[in-house]
């Protein structure tokens, strides 16, 4: 099986995971905190803005039953692309929005899909940040599937109706 890799960041990560783990063709998921200044961060030095980690979803999905374009399109439906350092109720750089990777092949794909796909859908700026990933932490294992052992924890997308999400 052919696997690919990307980084996401939009608001809380507790409900990117629990999102992304319901679509087919996501193999694997963790949360962590991405371009961090200093290694290996806690949660509480994140929230403290003194690190500029923001809290991302690591993700490995099968290309062959996820396409890039297809798990884009699945992130935007559940952020707002507009929001600078924000998602929903969370507020702070912690929470702003972006997509990183290691394979810088893809930035160009990326870009396009959002001028294409995204920014028409918007009157104010598109703020996603995309670039290469600097660095990736994994959060506590307390943040791990979080919202599988708190089903009724906090969560800015609306998972309740969602069982599994096809391609």
Partial sequence: MTREEIYLAGGCFWGLQRYFDLIDGVCETRVGYANSLIPNPSYEQVCSHSTNAVEALYVIYDPKVLSLENLLGRFFAVIDPTALNYQAHDFGTQYRNGIYTNNAAILPQIREFIATH?????????VTEVMI???????????????????????????????RIEP
């Fill in 118 to 126: 995204i920014a028409p859908l918007y009157t104010k700026e598109v």
């Fill in 133 to 163: 990933l600097q660095n990736f932490y994994l959060a506590e294992s307390y943040h791990q599937k979080y919202l599988l052992k708190n089903p009724n924890g906090y969560c800015h997308i609306d998972i309740s109706e969602i069982t």
